[in-house]
């Protein structure tokens, strides 16, 4: 007994479409968030409400830490690795990948 192979269904062009607007409209969003955050990460360590926040008064001992420039630095490099992101997505999104 011969079995023969069913005949191969040509797929539909809309099977075959990436659905790229939705992805493209993720990516755009994702990059406002990225440099959003990353801006603020970048200025908020250097602003004067810095010094305003609850864990200062829960907890005074940390105020000697808070105040450090090198935490304030890695808060900030934070940021640049946000902003650096947001500049990759930037790329990739004019590049229409």
């Known amino acids: 007994m011969r079995v023969t192979p069913e005949p191969f269904l040509a797929e539909t062009p809309a099977a075959e479409v990436q659905p790229r607007k939705p992805r493209r409209l993720l990516r755009a969003v994702l990059v406002l968030f990225t440099v959003g955050v990353g801006l603020f990460l970048v200025m908020f ?9 609850y864990l200062q008064e829960l907890i005074p001992g940390l105020q000697n830490y808070w ?11 934070l940021g640049l690795v946000n902003l650096y992101v ?3 997505q930037i790329v990739q ?3 229409g990948k």
Do not use: I, K
């Open 67 to 77: 105040d450090e420039p090198s935490l304030r630095g890695g808060v900030m490099g």
């Open 45 to 53: 360590p250097w602003s004067d409400s810095w010094n305003l926040n």
């Open 93 to 95: 999104l004019l590049r």
């Open 86 to 88: 947001a500049g990759l």
